[in-house]
């Protein structure tokens, strides 16, 4: 059995198709170590509380999210993971990733599963994915054991700078980055 870590970030609208993916990859036998931003941890919205959705996350992987530097920072040393999934993974994720911050459970969790020379899927969600995430995302793309889901522009004619990863393709995305490959195309 692979272990993937599946590290959310605060793109609300988002969490319940990631939520889905999960859930497959549970099923298909999948052991899956979830991992939460500080705003996914903390932050209740419109699309719901945050204790409701560690809850959530804990009743269908069978592990407590990971969600303090402390509890993420073993995952490169110790060779937790196979893979590493970061979805959805907002602007402000993708900027601390770029330039190696690792301030948040997230970008820290990546950075430590880079470190031992793993490979990690990025399913972007971002409203600046085409203006000021765009620089972030092409600095990624040259990084190597950074693979990313297929994405499209989810709504071009009234955000015509967002763009949302295709979440159900993140299942093969982390099979053929398992394999140093790249599903093609990356932008649909």
Partial sequence: MKTVGFALCGSFCTLSRV??????????????VPILSFCASEMDTRFGKAADFCDQLEEICGHKPLRTLQEVEPIGPKQLLDVLVVAPCTGSTLARIAHGLSDTPVSLAVKSQL???????????????LAGSAKNI???LCRRNV??????????????RSMVAVMEDIPKTVQAALEGKQVQPILI
Avoid at 120 to 127: E, H, L, M, Q, Y
């Fill in 115 to 129: 470190r031992v020379e793993r490979p990690v899927v990025i399913a972007v969600s971002s409203n600046d994915a």
């Fill in 19 to 32: 939520f889905v993916v999960v859930e497959r990859m549970v099923k298909d036998g999948w052991d899956v």
């Fill in 138 to 140: 092409a600095e990624l």
């Fill in 147 to 160: 693979y990313f889901t297929p994405m499209r522009q989810d709504a071009p004619m009234t955000k015509p």
